[in-house]
Antibody
Framework: EVQLVESGGVVVQPGGSLRLSCAAS????????FHWVRQAPGKGLEWVSL????????YYADSVKGRFTISRDNTKNSLYLEMNSLRPEDTAFYYCAKDSPLTHWGLGTLVTVSS | EIVLTQSPGTLSLSPGERATLSCRASQTISSSYLAWYQQKPGQAPRLLIYGESSRATGIPDRFSGSGSETDFTLTISRLEPEDFAVYYC?????????FGGGTKVEFK
């Protein structure tokens, strides 16, 4: 069974940094691209970032470009999102999702940016 | 960036009725890269339809997708109680990937 479990969401001050993780199991992790998608409370879905199967290609939404970095460790079956210069508008549930289209999603982790 | 506009914002229907949800793109996209997701309160989204009209694993055949170029439709032939949720379209053929704003299907 495919499982994706996000972690790392906390309350952080504006300007702060955070690293989210996504632990994957139940499939061959290195065969697939992965995404981060976020959802502000009560709002719609916003795609954040994509990383290719080998980490060689990465893509970002304009809203996070230059501040967020997606990465992966295929030896640990893990996906990461390094978030810097956080803003209140980055407050959201952050989901990791597998493949394109996004066939499987984790349950999400909540990031709150507030002073 | 490809902007996806979903309509209506809210659809008020009764179980057994047919639901027709629209997704319009700001520029032509290949139907091979158009997907629909369902999200219920407190849950992660779930893939329903991809490649315009292919159902994801375990999705019942009352869900169907159609359309081309800039106009796409998700149809639920007969609403079941568990179908009342928010539905999002997404294009995944070009970066940045984008989602529509969602259509909420609610009980009438």
């Amino acid at each position: 069974e495919v499982q994706l479990v996000e972690s790392g969401g906390v309350v952080v001050q504006p300007g702060g940094s955070l690293r989210l993780s996504c632990a994957a199991s139940g499939f061959t992790f290195e065969d697939f691209a992965f995404h981060w998608v976020r959802q502000a409370p009560g709002k719609g879905l916003e795609w954040v970032s994509l990383i290719s199967w080998d980490g060689g290609s990465t893509y970002y939404a304009d809203s996070v470009k230059g501040r967020f970095t997606i990465s992966r460790d295929n030896t640990k079956n893990s996906l990461y999102l390094e978030m810097n210069s956080l803003r209140p508008e980055d407050t959201a549930f952050y989901y990791c999702a597998k493949d394109s289209p996004l066939t499987h999603w984790g349950l999400g982790t909540l990031v709150t940016v507030s002073s | 960036e490809i902007v996806l506009t979903q309509s209506p914002g809210t659809l008020s229907l009764s179980p057994g009725e047919r639901a027709t949800l629209s997704c319009r793109a700001s520029q032509t996209i290949s139907s091979s890269y158009l997907a629909w997701y369902q999200q219920k309160p407190g849950q992660a989204p779930r893939l329903l339809i991809y490649g315009e009209s292919s159902r994801a694993t375990g999705i019942p055949d009352r869900f169907s997708g159609s359309g081309s170029e800039t106009d796409f439709t998700l149809t639920i032939s007969r609403l079941e109680p568990e179908d009342f949720a928010v539905y999002y379209c997404q294009q995944y053929g070009r970066s940045p990937l984008t989602f529509g704003g969602g259509t909420k299907v609610e009980f009438k």
